[in-house]
């Protein structure tokens, strides 16, 4: 439906967001001008500019590139006749009026856009300063080695499968790299702009969110490296898997509603488990008094110890692969626990999906979902021993074992 035919109700709601999103910048410019005679644009020049926009884009082409002939126009008074250099004012301009326009036909997206960009302007010395003296030569190294690997090289790698089993798909082990990097980044970040107990709980639920795994993998590096504690890694893991658990529980329950009443008691058992055993870790971590911003290390994260880890998942999965063709699909536990290994989630999407198509029964499916628990804390251990050293691997084990016993004792009181 083109933007000259949408109901006037749809169209006011676009015009409502593009009046806030010039009022917002608006004032953030506004208290950013130096006097007023270098004035370049403030509350009033903003709103008039989102609403250009917004009828611009109700109106259509020739609506936006009349609106954007005038706006360079104005930008081009507002230079001249301004002794500051800075292009920010020209470029919150464009940006607002660009706003307006997207607000007619996404009001909640351009809202949101809104919101980051007066975030942007308004802390223009926090910016800066982060970038000139907080963000190390290292980190920035770090920032840009992980945005070619997301955004250069995994888009131009190919999803086919390399192996005859089906198995090995480039462009999947390729994102795990970028999922352990960038769950290192965010326990490195975390770790260091909040410190203390704070760090190791935004540190541990962040990265079980993206991949409990990958946080294992990469506390296990920092511990091996001397950054910090085996029990402050520890605690950081069980709060990943204390997080990765209500994920598996929101992936079940999606899919399947029938198998998430049957197993909600036994996940919420190894989540409680998990959650106790992280507080107990955390207790331990201070009277080693470990400083958090020690434990993070001196990078975000290590490519070739990600690199290195991928490959022995890939070699872990084609394994398994060749393992399950040989059983064949019959056997649901066996599937799910050789799936387990390498990402439980998927094991449980699964087995799900074979409970809701009726392939297999509610009982079968809670089953398998032990079996992927246990085989996924079997391989964690593993990787933690391997990663970080012997006395790492017997926290993270013992936790990880611990929380799959909850869960067997609930399914079988259950």
Known sequence: MDAATWPAEFALVGFVAALGIGLLIGVVRERASVPR?????????????????????????????????????LATRLRTGSDQTSPVAEASLLVTFLLGVIAVRWPMLAAALGVVVSLVV???????????????????????LLAAAAFVVLPLLPDAPLDPWGALHLRRLWFLVVAIMAVSSLGYVSLRMFRGGVGLIVAGLAG????????????????RGGSGSATAAACVVMLASVASTAELAVIVGVLSPALLARVAWPLASAAAVGLVLAVLFG?????????????????PFEPWAAIRLVGLIAVVILVAAIVQDQLGRESVPWMAALSGLVDVHAAAAAVAQLVASGRTGLTAGAAALLAAQAASALFKTAIAASRGGARYGMRVGAGLTLMSLAFLAAMAVN
């Not at 020739?62 to 005038?70: H, Q, R, S, T």
């Open 37 to 73: 005679s270098a004035d370049r644009g403030g509350v009033r020049t903003h709103t008039l500019v989102a609403l250009a926009g917004a009828a611009a884009g109700v109106i259509g082409t020739v609506g936006v590139a009349v609106g954007g002939l005038f706006l360079a126009v």
């Open 122 to 144: 308004a802390n223009k010395t926090r910016l800066h300063a982060f970038s000139r003296h907080t963000l190390t030569s290292t980190e920035l190294h770090d920032l840009l």
């Open 208 to 223: 079980g969110v993206v991949s409990s795994t990958a946080t294992v993998a990469a506390m296990g590096e920092r511990v």
């Open 283 to 299: 207790l331990a971590r201070r009277s080693e008094r470990v400083d958090a911003v020690r434990l993070a290390g001196s990078r």
